[in-house]
C-alpha cells in the first residue's frame, strides 16, 4: 500500500478521504493505520493489506461464508480445478471462457492522463488474474485492484502474486456492501462466484455500480442451474450441494439497480450465469453508506 494507492481508498462507513500513517519499506507502507478525516475511524493496515471491513455490519451469510473461506483457502483453487468437471460435466476453463469476453477488455483505452483502473469484488485467490493479462493489450498501462471479505482467500491470492510477472495488483480487504472506493473510480468491474451469499445483494449490485464510470461494462457470475436445459437427478443433487448457504441460487436480475441498461444474462455453463449491465452517467447507482447502527 503506497500514498498513491490510499489516494483511491475511501472510509467504508462515510466515504470520508484518508490519511495514511505508520511504518513503511520504501514507498510502501507495511503496518500502521489510514484514518477517516471525516468521521476519525482508524482502518488498520497489516503486511501492506488494507482492512477497510466494519465489523458492525458484517453479519449472516456473510458471516458463515467468511468462516469457510477463511479456513479452506488452501483447498479452494484445486477443488475448483478437480470438482467442477465432475460436478457438471465443463471444466473451470470453460466457464471462466465464457463471462471474460464481456468486460470487454479489448476495448480499453486511455482517456487523457487518468490510469485505467480494473475493479475485481470478491477476487478470492486471484484465480481470474491471468485471464486479465491474457485479454488486456499488452501495451496498455492498466490499474489492476482486487477486493475481498476473505483474509484468508486474499492471502493465497499475495502466494499467488509472488510468481506473478504481469502488472502490479493492489488488494484491500473489504466488504462488498460498502467498497471503499468513491464514485466511478473503475473502468471495469466484476464479481464472480459469491453474491448468491451475500446479507443484501441488491446493496452488493448497487454498489458495484457506484464506483463503475459511466457506461463501463459490470459483470456478475454466480451459481444458478441452467433454466433452458433438462437436469437429471444427479445434477440437481450436485448444484443443491454446492449451494448449501442459500435456496435462492438464480441470476439477480429482478435486484438490479434502477438505472441499469443495457442488461445481458446468458447461461455460460449448467451450474453458471453470467449477468452483464451499465449504468449511465446521469443517473447512477447510489448506495448509501454503511449505518453506523
Known amino acids: 500500500m503506497t500514498p498513491d494507492d490510499a489516494r483511491l481508498l475511501v472510509c467504508p462507513r462515510c466515504r470520508g478521504p484518508l490519511a495514511l500513517a505508520g511504518t513503511r519499506h520504501g514507498a510502501a507502507l507495511v503496518d500502521g493505520t489510514l484514518t ?3 468521521c476519525r475511524h482508524a482502518w488498520p493496515v497489516r503486511d501492506g493489506l488494507p482492512r477497510l471491513v466494519d465489523e458492525r455490519a458484517v453479519a449472516g451469510p456473510d458471516r458463515l461464508m467468511r468462516l469457510i473461506y477463511d479456513n479452506l483457502a488452501v483447498l479452494h483453487d484445486p477443488a475448483v480445478r478437480v470438482l467442477l468437471p465432475v460436478l457438471q460435466f465443463s471444466s473451470a476453463d470453460h466457464l471462466r471462457d465464457g463471462y471474460m469476453p464481456r468486460l470487454e477488455l479489448d476495448r480499453l483505452h486511455r482517456h487523457g492522463t487518468r490510469p485505467l483502473r480494473i ?10 488474474l491471468p485471464l486479465l493479462e491474457r485479454d488486456l493489450p499488452p ?22 502474486l509472488r510468481t506473478h510477472r504481469g502488472r502490479r ?47 463501463t461494462p459490470i459483470v456478475v457470475v454466480d451459481e444458478q442451474l441452467d433454466p433452458q436445459r433438462a437436469h437429471g437427478l444427479y445434477h440437481r443433487l450436485m448444484f443443491r450441494a454446492i ?3 442459500t435456496r435462492e441460487a438464480v441470476s439477480p436480475r429482478a435486484q438490479l439497480p434502477p438505472a441499469a441498461t443495457d442488461v445481458r444474462e446468458e447461461q455460460v455453463s449448467r451450474f453458471y450465469y453470467c449477468l452483464r449491465f451499465r449504468v449511465p452517467g446521469r443517473r447512477r447507482a447510489r448506495a448509501a453508506p454503511a449505518s453506523a447502527d
Not at 195 to 213: C, K, T, W
Open 119 to 128: 475493479l475485481e469484488v470478491g477476487a478470492g485467490t486471484g484465480a481470474n
Open 169 to 215: 495488483v493492489r488488494l484491500v480487504l473489504a466488504d462488498a456492501h460498502a467498497l471503499p472506493f468513491p464514485d466511478a473510480s473503475f473502468d471495469r468491474v466484476f464479481h464472480v462466484g459469491g453474491i448468491a451469499g451475500y446479507r443484501d445483494p441488491a446493496r452488493g449490485l448497487a454498489e458495484m455500480a457506484r464506483v463503475a464510470r459511466p457506461g
Open 36 to 38: 477517516c478525516r471525516t
Open 139 to 160: 501495451a496498455l498501462e492498466v490499474e489492476l485492484w482486487g477486493c475481498d471479505l476473505s483474509a484468508g482467500m486474499l492471502a493465497q491470492f499475495r502466494r499467488r
Open 243 to 245: 449451494t448449501f448457504y
